[in-house]
């Protein structure tokens, strides 16, 4: 899904998950207003990894469980792409939606490589118990991509802890 002519415009890359506030867009979409640049929306799915990619935007991909052996087409869920859409109609700015599977700072580099990007746009995710234990076994995508690959990182702070507070990670 995408709007508007996007040609010869540079990009940035902007990382979604379904849960997180619409802030990381309407940042993204700010950043791309300032810089007269077009989003390049992806969310990925860490449970699949990617065996190829699609013109539109999505990839064929096979799950990480060994015993599904079934091709999956990652699509970009219906509901949440709907969500987004009326977000960024009313912005203006050229947009792409992008389904991918694997890990998401590998991919979201990726992606920004593949674009040629200016960066790449994240959120932080929310404090709590299930956030703090993927970060501990997982890593946050923001530091992978802030040490792993050549695109700046915009991190947009969607939770952030008041002067005092103890911080997610304590």
């Given at each position: 899904?995408?709007?508007?002519d996007?040609?010869?415009?540079?990009?940035?890359?902007?990382?979604?998950?379904?849960?997180?506030?619409?802030d990381?867009?309407?940042?993204?979409?700010?950043?791309?207003?300032?810089?007269?640049?077009?989003?390049?929306?992806?969310?990925?799915?860490?449970?699949?990894?990617?065996t190829?990619?699609?013109?539109?935007?999505?990839?064929?991909?096979?799950?990480?469980?060994p015993?599904?052996?079934?091709?999956?087409?990652?699509?970009?869920?219906?509901?949440?792409?709907?969500?987004?859409?009326?977000?960024?109609?009313?912005?203006?700015?050229?947009?792409k939606?992008?389904?991918?599977?694997?890990?998401?700072?590998h991919?979201?580099?990726?992606?920004?490589?593949?674009?040629?990007?200016?960066?790449?746009?994240?959120?932080?995710?929310?404090?709590?118990?299930?956030?703090?234990a993927?970060?501990?076994?997982?890593?946050?995508?923001?530091?992978?991509?802030?040490?792993?690959?050549?695109?700046?990182?915009?991190?947009?702070?969607?939770?952030?802890?008041?002067?005092?507070?103890?911080?997610?990670?304590e």
């Amino acid at each position: 899904m995408s709007v508007n002519d996007d040609s010869g415009r540079p990009r940035l890359v902007v990382g979604v998950v379904r849960e997180q506030p619409d802030d990381v867009v309407r940042e993204a979409i700010r950043f791309a207003e300032m810089l007269g640049a077009s989003l390049e929306i992806a969310t990925v799915d860490p449970t699949s990894y990617t065996t190829g990619h699609n013109p539109d935007g999505s990839v064929a991909a096979f799950s990480i469980d060994p015993d599904s052996a079934e091709l999956i087409t990652e699509e970009f869920n219906p509901d949440f792409a709907a969500h987004l859409g009326t977000i960024l109609e009313s912005a203006g700015v050229p947009w792409k939606l992008h389904a991918l599977a694997g890990d998401p700072a590998h991919e979201l580099a990726r992606l920004a490589h593949e674009m040629d990007a200016l960066a790449i746009v994240v959120g932080t995710r929310k404090p709590g118990l299930r956030t703090t234990a993927h970060e501990f076994f997982n890593g946050s995508v923001a530091v992978h991509l802030a040490h792993r690959q050549h695109h700046p990182v915009i991190v947009v702070p969607l939770h952030p802890a008041a002067q005092g507070e103890r911080l997610p990670w304590e």
